[in-house]
């Protein structure tokens, strides 16, 4: 598989989601103490502060809605200038409405994306080792 995208790296704070996102299952961080979800993931809960922190698996059939969006009509990167234009998204899962997770918007004219469109979480293999979470339409 020959990839120009930027490949994301695993950290100590963030390589339980990648592992994850490379087994084609969404790990999200929750902090034990306020019992919310933080993510991105980082060394501390983003709500309260708190650093005790575990991970909970939500599966690999997730859904949500379009939060919000762009649409690039340029590559900001090297490997994204066959994509354009590219609908980058924040969706908000629906098990989870106060998780927000962003993603490209794949196989979906600019015509069609808006708030609120009910989307589903795809995980699209950028090499043998790293898979990446995507949206499709409903």
């Given at each position: ?41 980082g ?9 005790e ?27 994204f ?27 979906c ?30």
């Amino acid at each position: 598989m020959d990839n120009q995208k930027p490949i994301p790296v695993k950290t100590q704070d963030n390589s339980p989601y990648w592992d994850g996102a490379d087994r084609h299952e969404l790990i999200l961080q929750k902090c034990n103490s306020c019992q919310e979800y933080s993510h991105p993931p980082g060394p501390s809960c983003a709500k309260c502060g708190g650093t005790e922190l575990s991970w909970e698996s939500q599966g690999s059939e997730i859904s949500g809605k379009v939060y919000s969006y762009i649409i690039s009509y340029r590559p900001f990167l090297p490997g994204f200038q066959d994509d354009l234009p590219l609908i980058i998204a924040i969706v908000e899962i629906d098990k989870l409405p106060n998780v927000r997770l962003i993603g490209n918007v794949l196989q979906c004219s600019t015509d069609d994306i808006r708030i609120g469109l009910p989307v589903k979480m795809i995980w699209k293999e950028l090499t043998e080792e790293r898979s990446l979470p995507q949206w499709i339409q409903v």
